[in-house]
């Protein structure tokens, strides 16, 4: 999710690279809708390419009609001479230029969506991992880790089924997210809900266009949506405008950090409750 930053901290700190666990590879991933939009906007560009190719090829023919191909055969002849190596050398700065865009978008949007902790079985499974590199890198206390994990499994479980029953007051058709950013896919997976619209991507670093925020008004107004979802660590400036132009409440949930001590989302369950509560009081 900190793409830029981690990855260069993992590198310092983590000579060891036993001591670092990635736990999004285990947790059966959703992929972000990030990787689509790239993919439309690689159409784009390939279809920009080709008309523009197109106008060259016709213009280029149109030349050589009516000067003839003497400038071809002459520039085949230097060709023939030279070789090939500028070519090669300009379409292999090309792969080098294509290769890197290819790895900055890995790195800032990512395959995956990183946000699994509000799907508490998954999160489960996280558990297991941890405490299993515990015990190999501190074998001595191996049935400390593995007991504090059951403990805590339990706990994951009974917040699962109170997650369910609290959102079975909401009614099907109204299970439909609107959020600011996309955090709370596991959550919809999980407990029947579908995230309709999303204001920006997994990433909070890009600007959402003017055309995105009409659609998601239209989105809005066309399924009734009663509120739109923002959090309580970034601005939500664009989601209150959302929420003012189509008469939407805003409702702030918790994502990427906890609350303050008291607010009842200082510890992880606690968290999950809080923006369970809000969203159900929110949408039924």
Known sequence: MEGFWLEDLLKNVARDASIVLALGDLIDPIHTHAEDQHDDEEDAHEDDEGHEHDDDEDHEHDDDEENGHDDDEDEHADDEESGHDDDEDEHADEDDDHADEEE?????????????????????????AIATRFSKLDPANANVYFTNAAAYHEQLDELHHWTEHEVSAVAPERRLLVTSHDSYRYFAERYGFEVIGVILGVTTDVEASAEHLAELVELIREHDVPAVFGETITSERLAQ??????????????????????????????????NVKLVVEALR
């Open 104 to 128: 900055g978008h890995a790195h800032v949007h990512g395959p995956e969506n990183p946000h699994f902790w509000f799907d508490p079985i998954r999160v489960k499974v996280a558990i297991n």
């Open 241 to 274: 405008s959302l929420a003012n132009e189509t008469g939407a409440k805003l409702v702030r949930l918790y994502s990427d950090s906890l609350g303050a001590d008291g607010s009842g989302a200082d510890s992880y369950l606690g968290m999950v409750r809080e």
